[in-house]
């Protein structure tokens, strides 16, 4: 296995964060602030798996009050009552657009800061064309689930990345809907291969996609920054699965 063999990573970052080298195992080796050996002072680190990525799936003052509609937060019962609406009449009577700047506030739940500067990236691409980025609404407009596809990062391929769904709305097919909406992008666009990269630390994805029909195609450590619990800056280092799918013509 060899890091770089894909010039991604899961973050979407800058592709030279993908070829960084590596220490073999969890036991890391130590990485100057700006990703080369010998310059900089170290910045932090923590292994594939780390506890200290809990903030990924920890919460803010606002998260806790994370769907207003008229000046009202949208509390456990409502969310109960559109699970149970998603589960009896499926996923489609949720709304898939364009994810914008305004709604990033509402996708902290997604990641911390890291992660959200990552994704403010990425919608500075959209206008060129390089990048689709698309949400699944709630009845109020909020955002439920998140991912893009990048245009870019492989020749003749489309890359789905920073797919995410709000724990609350899990295991209700959502995934499945925001997958199939980002192909149908790529299949617009002339694109007969879809491919995306599941952290193995975090198989429960995989399964997903396998039943969407992606195959393996490879392994590769990658890296991005992320944010501590303390608030201070990290690097998460990931062995990822990377996945495959011959798009079908419509």
Known sequence: MTAGAHLWNEAGADPKEAMMPYARGRKLATFPQNGVRGQGRPSRQIGVGDPGMRWRFGGSQRDSEWMREGGAVWDASDTAQLRTAIASQGPTILTIDELTEADLPDIEWAGGPSHLRSVSKALSRVPAGEVEYLVVRAPNGRPIAK????????????????????????????GGLLIGEL????????????MLSVDQANPRPQRLYERLGYGTDG???SRWEVTMLDGSSGWYDAVLTDLRKVLRST
């Not at 995410?164 to 899990?170: M, N, P, S």
């Open 183 to 194: 192909e149908r992008r790529m299949q617009r666009r002339g694109l007969e291969v879809a």
């Open 219 to 221: 392994e590769r450590l």
């Open 147 to 174: 991912g893009g596809v990048d245009y870019t990062a492989k020749t003749d391929v489309g890359l789905i990345w920073q797919v995410a769904t709000r724990e609350e709305f899990r295991s209700l097919g959502i």
